[in-house]
């Protein structure tokens, strides 16, 4: 599987789209939402080489930047980038390629202009460090999630802002940007690429968002929802939903017939905005919360993973040890232990 289009992308070497397949996110490493601070040994050498010998090619390494940045104490952080780069040289070593996400716990950080420059400075100074090292296999992903709802181009300018100051740090690396309303399907196809060939183009995927957030905070109380969405088990879903808000909700969803060809009517509009601007685009996170039925939650991920490289999409799971994906912890003999029936639907196994 590669992520090119049928003619070449000028500026974005072959060998390195490759490697943006069959990835998975790790999420708590360097980004604990401020409870901790980051642990150089949060994954072992054999916890990297089982990760990559599950056939993961590519970790989404999400970073808190409050870790690293402290734009009045001289910037980064010298101990906390040691651990960062140690990190991603262990990673690289196991043959894991790696994107640096930061990932900032204030949604609105970059929709004020001030942050929003202090944020550029910081990623001056971070692709100044990682543009030193591999640019084969370490990619720069401008933010994880931007919202700037409603205002499409206050994003591009900021967005252009940002990538401006990462390439002027890492020259030669490969970035990655994104669209608004939260790196969504929607916010991308609203997009236009910039004006630099060395860029690839992520979106994420949770639709429909009733299934796969199902039983989290802020979603409706429809108890179990079905995948596929077929008239006979929305039907007994409706018959349990009492709420009348959570029955408006319960309609829309059964209204969208979701199902394999659903999903992938979805990512034919991904394509052929691909297509039309010749770049390369990417999965950066699809996974579906374990409070979902788990024939379902596995259905959807299989459906959503095969779309995804039947139209030579490169993809990563949220996440490695997070109930979203594989939900990865220790057996009592200490070894890992991913969730079988995800790593299937993945295509992928022990």
Not at 144 to 165: I, K
Not at 266 to 277: A, E, M, N, S
């Amino acid at each position: 599987m590669g992520l090119l289009p049928p003619q070449p992308v000028a500026g974005v070497p072959p060998a390195r789209l490759a490697r943006l397949e069959r990835g998975v996110n790790i999420t708590r490493w360097f980004n604990e939402w401020g409870r901790k601070p980051p642990s150089a040994d949060y994954l072992s050498d054999a916890d990297l080489q089982e990760m990559r010998g599950l056939g993961f090619r590519l970790v989404r390494l999400v970073v808190d930047p409050e870790y690293l940045w402290r734009s009045d104490r001289d910037g980064l952080d010298p101990a906390v980038l040691a651990d960062l780069d140690s990190a991603i040289d262990r990673l690289l070593a196991h043959d894991l390629a790696v994107i640096v996400t930061p990932y900032p716990h204030d949604w609105f950080l970059l929709e004020d202009s001030t942050r929003a420059a202090d944020f550029a400075r910081f990623w001056e100074a971070l692709a100044g460090n990682l543009g030193t090292q591999d640019p084969e296999r370490i990619f720069l992903e401008v933010v994880n999630e931007p919202v700037f709802h409603g205002r499409p181009e206050a994003w591009a300018e900021t967005q252009r802002m940002l990538l401006a100051a990462m390439r002027r740090g890492a020259p030669r690396h490969t970035l990655i940007a994104t669209g608004p309303e939260y790196s969504s399907v929607e916010g991308l196809l609203g997009l236009a690429p910039v004006d630099d060939p060395n860029v690839v183009y992520t979106f994420h995927f949770y639709e429909p968002y009733a299934f796969s957030h199902q039983g989290r905070p802020g979603t409706a109380k429809l108890g179990e929802v079905p995948y596929p969405a077929d008239a006979a088990r929305c039907a007994a879903m409706l018959g349990r939903v009492e709420d009348p808000g959570a029955v408006v909700e319960a309609r829309r969803y059964c209204a969208g017939r979701w199902n394999g060809a659903a999903l992938g009517a979805i990512f034919d509009r991904v394509d052929q905005w691909r297509l039309r601007h010749r770049v390369s685009v990417f999965a950066g996170e699809f996974g579906v919360t374990c409070a979902a039925p788990e024939p379902d939650r596995l259905a959807w991920i299989r459906d959503v993973r095969a779309g995804l490289e039947r139209r030579d999409i490169g993809w990563a799971l949220w996440g490695w040890d997070d109930c979203f994906g594989l939900d990865t912890h220790r057996g009592a003999d200490g070894r890992l232990v991913p969730d079988a029936g995800v790593l299937a639907a993945l295509g992928l196994s022990r």
